[in-house]
């Protein structure tokens, strides 16, 4: 089945994806504990559409939280489902208008016995201190980066063609976030030592497949994976989805069971590094202490108490690799590496995470 993937969306700049909630509700399910008593800021979600918006507000007694921020930025093309709710001091379209929606306490107040959406909806339309207008709502606002700054965890999709600027400010600003983008950002220069320092690393819940997301009603359908669903909303199926985190979750430890065994033959060195290639991760040897060349889905199953990542190969790596690097794994350019991929009898191999194990079997 053809489907759209993120390049082509960051050259759009087709950035109105909204997540679904079973992805949310899978994903969250690692890190509940770490919400008790904190402050969660979505700061790339209209309220209106945003499953991240819905999935606290609904959850917010149950995880304890002690306020949900949710931000929407100016211009927001998407119309309310569910949340549709207008506001006298707002024009007849409220959804073009940024604002911000701060949530401290959450309670039956249709008194229906539960608390839902319709509570929140109520509370949303009645209570003149949970929602105020924002200048423009783009996170790199400084009104909206004193929101960041009150937060202590980011929970969001941010826009793909700003992933690497919006992660360096989380890191700038010293906030726990769990954010959604594609596994190739792991190669950017900006991210990639923040996965090697163990900074920054993957969710347990998506590992391979596509994810599908809800558009805006002028986003084009050109790929058979897109789609209009039985309630008549547009939606893309996007490759290559990951969970980027620091929040630490129980997958994270879990060890890779390595059952293969090291042969040059089997696992050759490459012409441009002193490393093996290993084409899989389950390829992975367990008696070589080497270094080894690893497909970048490895990160999905990496353990830092079993692995060391040394660097990565990767079209950038001549240019973004530590001088001290590239020695110990004694690089020598190659005309057929592109600027430091991995070269295997003279053919460039994909993008490979160049790593060591720290306790290989011995006989």
Same mark, same amino acid.
């Given at each position: 089945?053809?489907?759209?993937?993120? $390049?082509? *969306?960051?050259?759009?700049?087709? @950035?109105?994806?909204?997540?679904?909630?079973?992805?949310?509700?899978?994903?969250?399910?690692?890190?509940?504990?770490?919400?008790?008593?904190?402050?969660?800021?979505?700061?790339? @979600?209209?309220?209106?559409?945003?499953?991240?918006?819905?999935?606290?507000?609904?959850?917010?007694?149950?995880? =304890?939280?002690?306020?949900?921020?949710?931000?929407?930025?100016?211009?927001? &093309?998407?119309? =309310?489902?569910?949340?549709? +709710?207008?506001?006298?001091?707002?024009?007849?379209?409220? %959804?073009?208008?940024?604002?911000? !929606?701060?949530?401290?306490?959450?309670?039956?107040?249709?008194?229906?016995? *539960?608390?839902?959406?319709?509570? #929140?909806?109520?509370?949303?339309?009645?209570?003149?201190?949970?929602?105020?207008?924002?200048?423009?709502?783009?996170?790199?606002?400084?009104?909206?980066?004193?929101?960041?700054?009150?937060?202590?965890?980011?929970? %969001?999709?941010?826009?793909?063609?700003?992933?690497?600027?919006?992660?360096?400010?989380?890191?700038?600003?010293?906030?726990?976030?769990?954010?959604?983008?594609? #596994?190739?950002?792991?190669?950017?220069?900006?991210?990639?030592?923040?996965?090697?320092?163990?900074?920054?690393?993957?969710?347990? $819940?998506?590992?391979?497949? /596509?994810?599908?997301?809800?558009?805006?009603?002028?986003?084009?359908?050109?790929?058979?994976?897109?789609?209009?669903?039985? @309630?008549?909303?547009?939606?893309?199926? !996007?490759?290559?989805?990951?969970?980027?985190?620091?929040?630490?979750?129980?997958?994270?430890?879990?060890? +890779?069971?390595?059952?293969?065994?090291? $042969?040059?033959?089997?696992?050759?060195?490459? /012409?441009?590094?002193?490393?093996?290639?290993?084409?899989?991760? %389950?390829?992975?040897?367990?008696?070589?202490?080497?270094?080894?060349?690893?497909? #970048?889905?490895?990160?999905?199953?990496?353990?830092?108490?079993?692995?060391?990542?040394?660097?990565?190969?990767? =079209?950038? %790596?001549?240019?973004?690799?530590?001088?001290?690097?590239?020695?110990?794994?004694?690089?020598?350019?190659? &005309?057929? @590496?592109?600027?430091?991929?991995?070269?295997?009898?003279?053919?460039?191999?994909?993008?490979?995470? #160049?790593?060591?194990?720290?306790? &290989?079997?011995?006989?």
């Amino acid at each position: 089945m053809a489907q759209l993937g993120l $390049s082509a *969306a960051k050259t759009a700049k087709k @950035d109105e994806f909204y997540t679904q909630l079973t992805d949310i509700e899978r994903e969250l399910q690692h890190y509940w504990p770490h919400f008790r008593n904190k402050v969660v800021l979505c700061n790339c @979600d209209d309220p209106y559409e945003s499953n991240f918006f819905k999935y606290f507000a609904l959850r917010f007694n149950q995880l =304890g939280l002690k306020k949900l921020i949710c931000t929407c930025y100016n211009g927001s &093309p998407v119309q =309310g489902n569910e949340l549709l +709710i207008h506001f006298d001091e707002f024009d007849s379209e409220p %959804t073009k208008i940024a604002y911000k !929606v701060e949530i401290t306490e959450v309670r039956d107040l249709n008194g229906d016995g *539960a608390v839902d959406l319709s509570d #929140i909806c109520y509370l949303l339309q009645n209570d003149k201190n949970v929602l105020s207008t924002l200048r423009t709502g783009d996170f790199r606002d400084p009104e909206c980066i004193d929101l960041l700054k009150q937060a202590d965890i980011v929970v %969001t999709n941010p826009p793909f063609s700003l992933f690497r600027g919006y992660i360096g400010q989380l890191v700038e600003y010293e906030k726990k976030f769990l954010i959604i983008g594609n #596994i190739n950002v792991v190669t950017y220069k900006e991210v990639f030592p923040l996965i090697k320092d163990n900074k920054v690393w993957l969710g347990p $819940s998506i590992t391979s497949g /596509d994810r599908k997301f809800y558009v805006p009603d002028d986003y084009p359908l050109n790929a058979s994976g897109c789609g209009i669903d039985s @309630d008549g909303r547009r939606f893309i199926r !996007v490759k290559g989805v990951r969970w980027f985190t620091n929040l630490d979750h129980n997958k994270r430890h879990e060890e +890779i069971d390595l059952v293969c065994r090291y $042969s040059p033959e089997e696992y050759p060195t490459y /012409d441009n590094y002193n490393a093996i290639n290993v084409s899989k991760t %389950t390829d992975i040897p367990c008696d070589y202490g080497g270094y080894m060349g690893v497909p #970048i889905t490895f990160l999905d199953k990496y353990n830092p108490n079993q692995f060391e990542i040394i660097w990565q190969a990767c =079209g950038n %790596t001549r240019a973004s690799a530590p001088s001290d690097v590239l020695k110990e794994l004694q690089y020598k350019p190659h &005309p057929e @590496d592109r600027g430091g991929c991995g070269v295997v009898h003279g053919k460039r191999q994909y993008a490979r995470v #160049i790593i060591r194990n720290k306790h &290989p079997q011995t006989l």
